[in-house]
């Protein structure tokens, strides 16, 4: 590695460890750009750029992406999916998007009402900017929610071309400390994670880069020149999945790793038993994806940032319970995702269940602490009630970690069980349509990552798996 390369790694580790330390936002697990607040304004300084991210087959895609300087929680580069906006209810909220593309372009923010824009010239959508130019968008962020914003300028090839991102709004509710989705208790979660949901078709990617460059290559070209590029959209057929922008194993790498410059959002939600995991789910690609998490059913509690209510205060009354997600295209949808071991017939802190710890007095039988004892009382020092199969039957993987209990170690063999350094359950989430869990065509890849079950104890840092 040359001194280069550890300067850089360097940078961005500490760029990481000031941004989960920092937090954009008070309480927030999501890491973003929380841009200058004043009073109840915040504004923020975007640009769009081009750029190449990387698949984890090793294949370059030429991209488009929109980003923020380092200072301001971005990364300098253009990124996908876009920096994620971090603001509070009732802020108004003002982004200065400068335009680096060699072509037009432009912001939209689907579901905010009166946005307001200045500089450019006027587009069918939006309010665009040529090449070095800068328009201010402005509008109040007066509804909580999970939002996406995008381009408003050749919609169907800049968003596949990567200009997508994600807008959170916090009810300012949580300004005085309670962790809500929306405005009602009923929303109320302990962590939360980002999915971005993309696929890319590589090949469109492919044809603009090549007319960008014999645009570049032409007489008289300047950094302010304005180009038209196009490919036939009717053709397209995605080649990648991405979560945050990233495919699968890059999306379990951290936030911010050197090696993804262009990609710096992970995706691995980790909670402790009994903990609730709000997913903030954003359809950023052309398809619909069905995201399928192991362990337990999830409850969708809002979509495209309106609370699933029959009535205004009624709370997520409406919610529904599924084994998918369905992620549709232009869409956001919330949903709370827990696991407590409840009703598994077997006792998942058993290890505690030894001579030493009996605790005969109290009617736990075992020594659970409070913590532990969201299992069914019926479940509480019983073992797992299978014959555990034969060394040759079984086929250790990544994440085994020798012991069915939860925060135990067993045996492993040599090479079995890196992945698991902390006794954890990691329960697969991932896109249900299969051939989207590959990378180049390859299993196992893709749109997939794990829900990971951490033992109480094991410190999950917020922003920062
Ligand atoms: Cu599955």
Request: net charge negative; proline share 6%.
């Amino acid at each position: 590695m040359s001194p280069n390369h550890i300067l850089q790694r360097a940078r961005r580790w500490l760029l990481a460890a000031a941004m989960a330390l920092a937090g954009a936002h008070a309480g927030a697990a999501i890491v973003g750009v929380g841009g200058t607040a004043s009073g109840a304004t915040r504004s923020f300084d975007l640009f769009a750029a081009e750029g190449h991210i990387s698949m984890a087959d090793g294949v370059q895609v030429y991209s488009w992406g929109y980003g923020a300087a380092v200072g301001s929680g971005g990364t300098g580069l253009m990124q996908i999916s876009g920096p994620t906006l971090i603001v509070n209810q009732g802020e108004t909220v003002t982004i200065n998007f400068t335009n680096n593309l060699p072509t037009r372009s432009s912001m939209l923010f689907p579901g905010q009402s009166g946005v307001a824009a200045s500089g450019g010239v006027a587009g069918v959508l939006a309010q665009e900017a040529a090449p070095g130019q800068t328009v201010s968008y402005s509008f109040t962020a007066t509804r909580p929610g999970t939002y996406l914003y995008q381009s408003g300028t050749q919609p169907a090839l800049q968003v596949e071309m990567g200009l997508v991102g994600a807008l959170i709004v916090y009810p300012s509710s949580n300004l005085a400390g309670s962790k809500w989705a929306y405005d009602h208790a009923g929303t109320a979660y302990d962590r939360e994670t980002l999915f971005v949901v993309g696929d890319i078709d590589s090949d469109i990617h492919q044809i603009v880069a090549e007319q960008v460059n014999a645009f570049k290559a032409g007489a008289g070209y300047t950094p302010t020149s304005e180009g038209l590029f196009s490919a036939d959209m009717s053709k397209r057929f995605p080649k990648y999945w991405t979560l945050n922008g990233r495919t699968s194993p890059d999306v379990f790498a951290k936030n911010f790793a050197a090696e993804l410059p262009h990609q710096p959002y992970n995706t691995l939600p980790r909670l402790h038993p009994g903990e609730k995991m709000l997913l903030r789910m954003i359809g950023a690609g052309t398809d619909l994806h069905p995201m399928h998490h192991h362990g337990n059913n999830s409850w969708a509690i809002a979509r495209d940032g309106r609370m699933l209510g029959s009535a205004p205060g009624a709370g997520p009354n409406l919610a529904f319970s599924d084994y998918t997600i369905k992620v549709v295209p232009g869409q956001t949808l919330d949903a709370i995702w827990s696991w407590t071991g409840a009703g598994l017939g077997w006792d998942v802190y058993g290890k505690l269940c030894n001579p030493a710890q009996l605790n005969t007095a109290a009617p736990d039988y075992c020594s659970h602490t409070a913590q532990q004892r969201h299992q069914l009382a019926s479940d509480i020092g019983k073992p797992i009630p299978v014959k555990l199969p034969s060394e040759f039957e079984l086929a250790y993987g990544e994440f085994y970690s020798g012991s069915p209990y939860l925060g135990d170690f067993g045996v492993r063999p040599v090479g079995a069980g890196a992945a698991n350094t902390s006794g954890a359950y990691f329960h697969m989430f991932h896109s249900h349509n299969e051939r989207e869990v590959v990378n180049g065509g390859i299993f196992p890849g893709g749109m997939m990552t794990m829900m990971v079950i951490e033992p109480h104890g094991v410190t999950i840092d917020a922003g920062q798996p």
